[in-house]
């Protein structure tokens, strides 16, 4: 499981700059759209004008899954089931009058996952000395945004409070606080 955790997070390493470069196009109009996909008991915190510059244009946050086409969506949820395999995480668009914006990623556990060093080795990454938060940084070179974070569950994970959080040049975009159980 540890293997494939770490295959998965070495694919999305080196694909996030070229997501991030090359911005899909948002979901289709089926998919709702409240400049952000909120539910009930996940927590929300993500600002239309992130700083000076910087424009949030869409957001969402859920189970990943895949679609027909072989892209895959969001799909909104109240709670984050623990199931093994299961992706959950966030897409975000955003856009500035800037030619590059640098982009910040921390992920919180509820507890400690002492294997996070091992997992993701070699990967440009930072861990709290605690292991409880991953911190991960890049830079887009264009004015437009299309950053996606996903994770999936290993039957060894923790349930409790989770929190994601994005920061653009410095400031926090978005913040997604939700319960894994």
């Known amino acids: 499981m540890i293997l494939i955790r770490l295959f998965c997070l070495i ?31 996940i927590k929300y915190q993500c600002g239309k004008k992130v700083s000076p510059n910087i424009i949030m244009d869409e957001w969402f946050f859920g189970i990943r899954h895949k679609v027909g086409d072989g892209r895959y969506r ?14 959950y995480g966030f897409r975000v668009w955003a856009h500035s009058d800037k030619k590059k914006i640098y982009w910040k990623y921390e992920y919180e556990l ?34 437009k945004l299309y950053l996606e974070e996903f994770w999936f569950f290993l039957k060894d994970d923790a349930k409790g409070m989770s929190r994601m ?15 894994v159980k």
């Open 11 to 41: 694919f999305l390493m080196l694909s996030l700059p070229v997501m991030a470069q090359n911005p899909e196009v948002p979901p289709s109009k089926n998919v709702k759209k409240s400049k952000g996909i909120e539910s009930k008991k």
């Open 110 to 143: 509820p507890e400690p996952y002492a294997n996070w060093p091992k997992v993701l080795k070699g990967l440009k990454v930072k861990f709290s000395e605690n292991n409880k938060i991953a911190t991960f940084k890049g830079v887009v070179k264009n004015s």
């Open 74 to 87: 969001y799909t909104p949820v109240d709670e984050v089931p623990l199931k093994t395999g299961q992706d």
């Open 165 to 179: 959080t994005l920061y653009l040049d410095g400031y926090r975009a978005c913040e997604f606080i939700f319960e």
